[in-house]
C-alpha cells in the first residue's frame, strides 16, 4: 500500500527535530502531497513555534508565470524574495530522500478573490453572493484555474496535481462562523447551492431553460424550509426523493463548466498527471467533484475519495456507493483523517487498510501532518504502510 501525507509548506522545517523527510521515508511513506495553493483557516497545531496558526487567505506557494487574466494570485509569505519557491524546494529535498511530490492545489475556494471579484462568485437564487465560492461557470475563473496548473506543470519533477475545490461550492462550505437553524442537508442543499451568476445564466439561456421559472421554483423550495417551514421539524425533503425537476438544469450545468475545464487542463499540461478529489454525493458541492461531475475527466485521471472526519464503517459505505462503483476503471486513492472519534485504535487503521485494498485502492493518503501530533504519524504510518 502506498502512503502519502498532506503538508503545507511551514510544515517542513517542523520535521526537522524528527528526522526531517529521511524519517517520513523510514516510516514508509512514498509521496508529500504540497499545498501550493490554499485558503484561510485557524489551526489548533502541535508544530511550533505557537499553537494556534492563522492561514493566509487565498494565496499561493510557488511563483505565478502564466496568464491569469483578472484574477491574480497573491504569493504567500513563505515564498522568499530571492531563492527557491517552497515548491521547489520540496522537489529537491524530497526527491533526494526517495519521495514523490504532487501538488495539491485549491482553486475555487478562495474569500480574498472572491471579495474582490463578487462577480465572479457563485449567487444563489436570491441574490446572496458566496464570496468565498468563485464559480468555475465564469471565462475569468476558468482562465485563473488554467494558468495555475499550468504553473505548476512548469516545475520539473512534479508527479501529480491533485484538484480540491476545482468545481463549484455551495452553501455547506463552510464560511465564517456559520449559523443556521436548518440543517442544509438533500434538496435545502441543493437549492442553497444552485448557482444564477451571469455565466450560469447564460448556460441557462442557450439551453433553451425557463430560467426565471428555475429561479422562482429554488426560491420556493428555499422558503419552505426556512421562512414557511419550523426549526423544530424533523427535515423531510432528504437527497434520496424524487428529483424536483429544477435540479436537472442544475446539475446540468456543473457538469458543463467541469467539462470545460477539464479539456482546458488537459490542453496546458498534457503530460501532468492528474488527481480530482470526489465525493460519492450526486448533488455535493463541497471541496471535492460529486462522483457524476467527476466523470467528465479522462478515466485515467485519478479519483481521490477525501474521508475527513470518517472512520471505517463511514468510509465502508462510501466504497459501496453507486457513486463510488463507477469510478472503478479510475486509480484510486483514500485519504483519512486518523482523529477521534472516527478512529480509537489501531485496529480502527487496519480495517480501512483492508477495506482499501479489498477495493482495489492503491494508495492511502494521511490527513494533515501539520495537525497530527507526531506519535500519532508514526501510529498510524505504522498500521497502514504495510
Known amino acids: 500500500m502506498r502512503l502519502a501525507a498532506y503538508v503545507h509548506p511551514f510544515d517542513l522545517p517542523a520535521l526537522i527535530a524528527c ?5 517520513l521515508r523510514e516510516l514508509g511513506f512514498h509521496e508529500l502531497c504540497l499545498a501550493t495553493s490554499y485558503h484561510a483557516g485557524r489551526w489548533l497545531t502541535p508544530w511550533g513555534p505557537g499553537r494556534v496558526r492563522f492561514l493566509e487567505d487565498g494565496v499561493v506557494h510557488f511563483r505565478p508565470r502564466a496568464d491569469y487574466g483578472e484574477l491574480r494570485p497573491l504569493v504567500s509569505s513563505e515564498v522568499p524574495a530571492d531563492g527557491p519557491s517552497p ?3 520540496c522537489l529537491a529535498e524530497a526527491t533526494a530522500h526517495g519521495l514523490g511530490v504532487r501538488a495539491w492545489s485549491i482553486g475555487t475556494h ?8 463578487p462577480r465572479c462568485c457563485v449567487h444563489d437564487a436570491f441574490g446572496d453572493v458566496y464570496h468565498y465560492a468563485l464559480c468555475p461557470s465564469q471565462p475569468a475563473v476558468q482562465q485563473y ?10 516545475h520539473p519533477g512534479l ?13 455547506k462550505h463552510s464560511s465564517h462562523h456559520d449559523k443556521a437553524s436548518f440543517v442544509p442537508s438533500g434538496l435545502l442543499d441543493a ?15 442557450q439551453a433553451g431553460e425557463d430560467l426565471e421559472a428555475t429561479r422562482r421554483a429554488v426560491m420556493g423550495c428555499i422558503d419552505d424550509h426556512v421562512q414557511r417551514g419550523c426549526a423544530m421539524a424533523k427535515a423531510t425533503l432528504a437527497a434520496g426523493g424524487e428529483a424536483p ?11 458543463e463548466a467541469a467539462a470545460a475545464l477539464a479539456a482546458k487542463l488537459q490542453s496546458v499540461a498534457p503530460g501532468l498527471a492528474r488527481a480530482v478529489q470526489v465525493h460519492p454525493e450526486p448533488w455535493f458541492t463541497g471541496s471535492q467533484f460529486a462522483a457524476a461531475t467527476a466523470a467528465v475527466f479522462p478515466a485515467a485521471d485519478e479519483r481521490v475519495l477525501t474521508c475527513y472526519g470518517d472512520g471505517p464503517e463511514a468510509i465502508a459505505r462510501q466504497l459501496t456507493s453507486p457513486g463510488m462503483a463507477a469510478l472503478a476503471a479510475s486509480p484510486r ?17 487496519v480495517k480501512v487498510r483492508d477495506l482499501a485494498a479489498a477495493h482495489g485502492i492503491g494508495a492511502l493518503a494521511i490527513y494533515h501532518l501539520g495537525l497530527l501530533p507526531w506519535r500519532t504519524i508514526e501510529r498510524a504510518a505504522k498500521m497502514l504502510a504495510r
Open 110 to 117: 478562495n474569500s480574498r478573490l472572491g471579495a474582490l471579484h
Open 19 to 23: 528526522g526531517n523527510l529521511r524519517r
Open 87 to 89: 515548491l521547489e524546494v
Open 145 to 154: 484555474l488554467t494558468a495555475m496548473v499550468q504553473d505548476l506543470a512548469a
Open 159 to 171: 508527479a501529480a496535481v491533485e484538484l480540491e475545490a476545482y468545481g463549484q461550492l455551495g452553501f
Open 245 to 255: 425537476e429544477w435540479l436537472a438544469g442544475v446539475l446540468r450545468r456543473r457538469r
Open 191 to 205: 437549492a442553497l447551492s444552485a448557482c444564477f451568476c451571469g455565466a450560469c445564466s447564460e448556460r441557462a439561456r
Open 333 to 349: 486513492r483514500l485519504c483519512l483523517w486518523p482523529k477521534a472519534p472516527a478512529f480509537n485504535s489501531d485496529e480502527d487503521l
